[in-house]
């Protein structure tokens, strides 16, 4: 019946795919963290109008000896995009699904071409389908192997190890290549003894120390589930959440047993909370921070250490470094560490008390030895490991119980140090060597200076901001961190000290001082407080020693300079070529420009500033070439992609014999103060989300640029971005997430190209 059975599978399989008698089963997997479905794994059925259902056992391997199963994974794997694309149709949020593939696929065809033109077909993110394959595929031709699974991981694929354990070589298939998960052989969880038990749980870390997902087939009991969720195994699979079943019927069925499906944004959050490895000794080390770590001994953070005693000595086979840590940094620890101290003939208190317990752990298997030093608490706990006639060795634990006690007295001084805090308005730890700011206590102001981008962009932001602009060059020059070590050492004090105006809370200027303590080389507290008073008593003092013209005059020069650095005037001026020559602050930031070298020695034409330029141009002539004095002609800007209608009035200069040499002008809102702001733009031309112009807006300005072209052949270019994933983004994270991407796509495009083209 058997060879019946194989020859009629065999004739009738090309059949049985154009009939569908081939069908896909899905079966769930568990996320043991939250109990929701978070995959499925699609499994094919054989359902033949002879025979019945077929389990694959009966097929798989057949048509894999006859070099068939290409075709079968391929339609399993079409069928699989076909229903992750019918359920986002229908407006669900599907789970990704893995398939299995086989070692005749690599082989036979192009599988990656496959899953990857089916997954374009059906518009999937990759992540969507995940590959599972064996370890035996490995034994005949690794390196085609390891190209196809590099190009699955290249294209974003997850590729999976199925079936681990089942095969010779595990463990050198998972030394050698990468994978993202590894799936368990039930075989494991089926036998579900002591030894088993053990297995899994070593599995499970080296998994997560390899950063491997883990995943447990097979599981059919409670009892097998908890076990798996507390060693810390983050998925399972298995009847206990139901056997592989037609699609529809298992979202049935997960509804009936109240397993809901994970969401897509959930899936990354618990993958993280998965990689924890909260079976080790120390959880808080990351993955990369064993991979970096030089010495094994550093794996454990609990301290332990092996002791070796012999009639006359006593010696350590065996201490870890948190072992390690504790007894350097103590007397009685460099006591027992030498080997002689802790002999019977010690008369120092805590060895020969430590050499006690060494005894009596001889005589009862274990014991414990609580103790006080350096006004620290104490525990050691010791457990016999071995004994022969002239030796034992004992296992010890130390541990700090007075780290407890640590805590709340740093609680205390933290409350007494924010008494010193409020005096200052911010305290920063500048480390030079690093080039890191770290801001410790900021009192007036909310903001945080950025710390990562080093110390040199921080004081420049910070400068920009807060500091007044005459005194921003020497503040730049007394925070350049490359010769700060030294100019603080140069002070022959541990500090230096300088006054900077500094705008305050209420948007005025007032004196601070500026502190930078160095407390060990390259290391330097920053601390800024309030220094009116010290100024006023010094420019006292400086008055009655030095009496002398009055120092306050209006000078033009420091009008024209208080004039430019404030915000009050939009005002530029141009050369007699109508060539940008500088520009006041309030000018720069208007049209969102960081400095003027963008726009220097430019025509408005060179910078593309205007859609219709004309009529700027004219005025312009008529100011040089005529001594015109143009006012409140409205314009229009393009300014962050959009364009703003502004007036502008410019006026000669004149040099001593009377010529123009250039002109200065000065820019207005056309409407009221700040209608024409891209965050109040006219909702009817402009996008309320981007701020850029919406489908209106774009239609309007591009007649005009049609008109251009038209009447003056002046070219221009139009050009479409599409998001290719914005659907499958705001499919699976959301609107919101479409919209994050939507916002920071148009404020970079705003931003690389919107002072002198429309961006909509
Ligand atoms: P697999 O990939 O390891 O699939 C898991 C197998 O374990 C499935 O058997 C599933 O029904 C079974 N199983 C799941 N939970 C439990 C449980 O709690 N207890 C027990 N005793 N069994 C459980 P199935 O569907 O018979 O598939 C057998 C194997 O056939 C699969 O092993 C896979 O290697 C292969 N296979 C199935 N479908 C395909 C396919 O479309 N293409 C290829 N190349 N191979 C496939
Ligand atoms: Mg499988
Ligand atoms: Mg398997």
Same mark, same amino acid.
């Given at each position: 019946?058997? $060879?019946?059975?194989?020859?009629?599978?065999?004739?009738?399989?090309?059949?049985?795919?154009?009939?569908?008698?081939?069908?896909?089963?899905?079966?769930?997997?568990?996320?043991?963290?939250?109990?929701?479905?978070?995959?499925?794994?699609?499994?094919?059925?054989?359902?033949?109008?002879?025979?019945?259902?077929?389990?694959?056992?009966?097929?798989?391997?057949?048509?894999?000896?006859?070099?068939?199963?290409?075709?079968?994974?391929?339609?399993?794997?079409? $069928?699989?995009?076909?229903?992750?694309?019918?359920?986002?149709?229908?407006?669900?949020?599907?789970?990704?699904?893995?398939?299995?593939?086989?070692?005749?696929?690599?082989?036979?065809?192009?599988?990656?071409?496959?899953?990857?033109?089916?997954?374009?077909?059906?518009?999937?993110?990759?992540?969507?389908?995940?590959?599972?394959?064996?370890?035996?595929?490995?034994?005949?031709?690794?390196?085609?192997?390891?190209?196809?699974?590099?190009?699955?991981?290249?294209?974003?694929?997850?590729?999976?190890?199925?079936?681990?354990?089942?095969?010779?070589?595990?463990?050198?298939?998972? $030394?050698?290549?990468?994978?993202?998960?590894?799936?368990? &052989?039930?075989?494991?969880?089926?036998?579900?003894?002591?030894?088993?038990?053990?297995?899994?749980?070593?599995?499970?870390?080296?998994?997560? &120390?390899?950063?491997?997902?883990?995943?447990?087939?097979?599981?059919?009991?409670?009892?097998?589930?908890?076990?798996?969720?507390?060693?810390?195994?983050?998925?399972?699979?298995?009847?206990?959440?139901?056997?592989?079943?037609?699609?529809?019927?298992?979202?049935?069925?997960?509804?009936?047993?109240?397993?809901?499906?994970?969401?897509?944004?959930?899936?990354?959050?618990?993958?993280?909370?998965?990689?924890?490895?909260?079976?080790?000794?120390?959880?808080?080390?990351?993955?990369?921070?064993?991979?970096?770590?030089?010495?094994?001994?550093?794996?454990?953070?609990?301290?332990?250490?092996?002791?070796?005693?012999?009639?006359?000595?006593?010696?350590?086979?065996?201490?870890?470094?948190?072992?390690?840590?504790?007894?350097?940094?103590?007397?009685?620890?460099?006591?027992?560490?030498?080997?002689?101290?802790?002999?019977?003939?010690?008369?120092?208190?805590?060895?020969?008390?430590?050499? +006690?317990?060494?005894?009596?752990?001889?005589?009862?298997?274990?014991?414990?030895?609580?103790?006080?030093?350096?006004?620290?608490?104490?525990?050691?706990?010791?457990?016999?490991?071995?004994?022969?006639?002239?030796?034992?060795?004992?296992?010890?634990?130390?541990?700090?119980?007075?780290?407890?006690?640590?805590?709340?007295?740093?609680?205390?001084?933290?409350?007494?140090?924010?008494?010193?805090?409020?005096?200052?308005?911010?305290?920063?730890?500048?480390?030079?060597?690093? &080039?890191?700011?770290?801001?410790?206590?900021?009192?007036?102001?909310?903001?945080?200076?950025?710390?990562?981008?080093?110390?040199?962009?921080?004081?420049?932001?910070?400068?920009?901001?807060?500091?007044?602009?005459?005194?921003?060059?020497?503040?730049?020059?007394?925070?350049?961190?490359?010769?700060?070590?030294?100019?603080?050492?140069?002070?022959?004090?541990?500090?230096?000290?300088?006054?900077?105006? +500094?705008?305050?809370?209420?948007?005025?200027?007032?004196?601070?001082?500026?502190?930078?303590?160095?407390?060990?080389?390259?290391?330097?507290?920053?601390?800024?407080?309030?220094?009116?008073?010290?100024?006023?008593?010094?420019?006292?003092?400086?008055?009655?020693?030095?009496?002398?013209?009055?120092?306050?005059?209006?000078?033009?020069?420091?009008?024209?300079?208080?004039?430019?650095?404030?915000?009050?005037?939009?005002?530029?001026?141009?050369?007699?070529?109508?060539?940008?020559?500088?520009?006041?602050?309030?000018?720069?930031?208007?049209?969102?420009?960081?400095?003027?070298?963008?726009?220097?020695?430019? +025509?408005?034409?060179?910078?593309?500033?205007?859609?219709?330029?004309?009529?700027?141009?004219?005025?312009?002539?008529?100011?040089?070439?005529?001594?015109?004095?143009?006012?409140?002609?409205?314009?229009?800007?393009?300014?962050?992609?959009?364009?703003?209608?502004?007036?502008?009035?410019?006026?000669?200069?004149?040099?001593?014999?009377?010529?123009?040499?250039?002109?200065?002008?000065?820019?207005?809102?056309?409407?009221?103060?700040?209608?024409?702001?891209?965050?109040?733009?006219?909702?009817?031309?402009?996008?309320?989300?981007?701020?850029?112009?919406?489908?209106?807006?774009?239609?309007?300005?591009?007649?005009?640029?049609?008109?251009?072209?038209?009447?003056?052949?002046?070219?221009?270019?139009?050009?479409?971005?599409?998001?290719?994933?914005?659907?499958?983004? +705001?499919?699976?994270?959301?609107?919101?997430?479409?919209?994050?991407?939507?916002?920071?796509?148009?404020?970079?495009?705003?931003?690389?190209?919107?002072?002198?083209?429309?961006?909509?």
């Amino acid at each position: 019946m058997p $060879k019946d059975l194989d020859q009629y599978l065999l004739d009738t399989f090309e059949e049985a795919l154009r009939g569908h008698y081939i069908q896909v089963y899905y079966q769930p997997v568990i996320r043991t963290l939250t109990r929701r479905a978070c995959s499925f794994e699609a499994l094919a059925r054989w359902d033949d109008p002879v025979h019945g259902m077929i389990q694959p056992d009966s097929f798989i391997g057949l048509l894999e000896s006859h070099r068939l199963i290409h075709k079968l994974d391929s339609y399993v794997i079409l $069928k699989v995009c076909k229903r992750l694309r019918q359920t986002i149709d229908e407006g669900f949020c599907p789970i990704p699904v893995s398939v299995n593939l086989s070692r005749e696929d690599f082989e036979m065809c192009d599988i990656f071409s496959i899953v990857d033109s089916h997954v374009s077909e059906f518009r999937l993110p990759h992540h969507f389908l995940h590959i599972e394959i064996t370890e035996s595929m490995f034994a005949d031709n690794p390196e085609l192997m390891r190209t196809v699974i590099d190009r699955f991981h290249a294209a974003g694929y997850q590729v999976w190890m199925d079936d681990f354990g089942s095969g010779y070589s595990s463990l050198n298939v998972l $030394k050698d290549y990468t994978f993202d998960e590894l799936k368990v &052989d039930r075989e494991f969880i089926s036998a579900f003894h002591l030894r088993s038990r053990q297995i899994l749980t070593s599995v499970t870390e080296m998994a997560k &120390d390899l950063d491997l997902h883990t995943l447990m087939e097979g599981v059919e009991t409670e009892a097998q589930f908890q076990f798996l969720r507390d060693i810390g195994c983050e998925k399972v699979q298995g009847y206990l959440f139901g056997e592989p079943m037609p699609y529809d019927r298992l979202i049935d069925h997960l509804r009936r047993i109240g397993v809901p499906l994970e969401l897509p944004k959930d899936h990354v959050y618990y993958d993280m909370i998965g990689r924890v490895n909260v079976l080790s000794a120390s959880p808080f080390m990351s993955v990369e921070q064993r991979f970096n770590l030089s010495n094994a001994r550093e794996l454990n953070s609990i301290p332990l250490s092996i002791v070796e005693v012999c009639p006359d000595t006593t010696r350590f086979l065996f201490y870890n470094a948190s072992f390690e840590n504790i007894i350097i940094k103590t007397q009685w620890g460099s006591a027992i560490i030498d080997p002689k101290a802790c002999g019977a003939t010690s008369t120092a208190s805590l060895p020969r008390r430590i050499y +006690t317990m060494l005894e009596e752990t001889k005589v009862s298997g274990d014991a414990k030895l609580y103790f006080v030093s350096d006004s620290e608490y104490y525990v050691i706990q010791s457990r016999l490991i071995a004994a022969k006639d002239d030796a034992y060795s004992v296992l010890l634990r130390l541990d700090n119980l007075s780290q407890n006690t640590d805590v709340s007295r740093m609680n205390t001084l933290d409350t007494e140090m924010r008494h010193i805090y409020s005096v200052f308005d911010r305290i920063t730890l500048l480390e030079l060597g690093e &080039d890191r700011i770290t801001p410790l206590y900021v009192g007036t102001h909310d903001e945080k200076v950025a710390s990562s981008d080093g110390i040199q962009n921080a004081v420049e932001l910070y400068a920009k901001e807060w500091i007044f602009g005459e005194d921003q060059e020497i503040f730049l020059r007394y925070y350049e961190a490359a010769s700060m070590d030294e100019r603080i050492a140069e002070s022959g004090r541990s500090c230096i000290v300088d006054y900077f105006r +500094t705008l305050n809370q209420h948007g005025q200027f007032s004196w601070k001082q500026y502190l930078l303590i160095r407390f060990r080389p390259s290391c330097v507290f920053s601390v800024i407080r309030d220094a009116d008073e010290d100024v006023q008593v010094m420019r006292q003092r400086f008055l009655t020693m030095y009496p002398s013209k009055p120092r306050g005059e209006l000078t033009h020069g420091r009008l024209w300079k208080s004039l430019i650095q404030s915000d009050i005037g939009r005002l530029y001026w141009k050369d007699d070529q109508r060539r940008y020559v500088g520009a006041s602050k309030g000018f720069l930031d208007y049209l969102g420009l960081s400095s003027i070298r963008s726009i220097l020695g430019k +025509t408005d034409e060179e910078i593309g500033w205007h859609l219709l330029s004309d009529h700027v141009l004219h005025n312009d002539e008529s100011v040089l070439r005529e001594g015109a004095v143009i006012q409140n002609v409205p314009a229009r800007f393009i300014s962050g992609g959009v364009e703003r209608n502004v007036r502008y009035s410019s006026t000669p200069v004149y040099n001593e014999y009377g010529h123009v040499i250039g002109l200065v002008g000065s820019l207005s809102d056309q409407e009221s103060s700040d209608a024409s702001r891209p965050d109040h733009a006219d909702p009817m031309r402009h996008d309320g989300l981007t701020g850029l112009l919406n489908a209106r807006g774009i239609d309007e300005a591009l007649s005009v640029y049609c008109d251009m072209y038209y009447l003056r052949r002046i070219d221009f270019l139009r050009v479409h971005i599409t998001v290719e994933d914005y659907d499958s983004i +705001t499919m699976q994270y959301g609107f919101s997430h479409g919209d994050k991407v939507l916002s920071a796509l148009g404020a970079a495009l705003s931003r690389l190209y919107g002072n002198d083209a429309l961006v909509g």
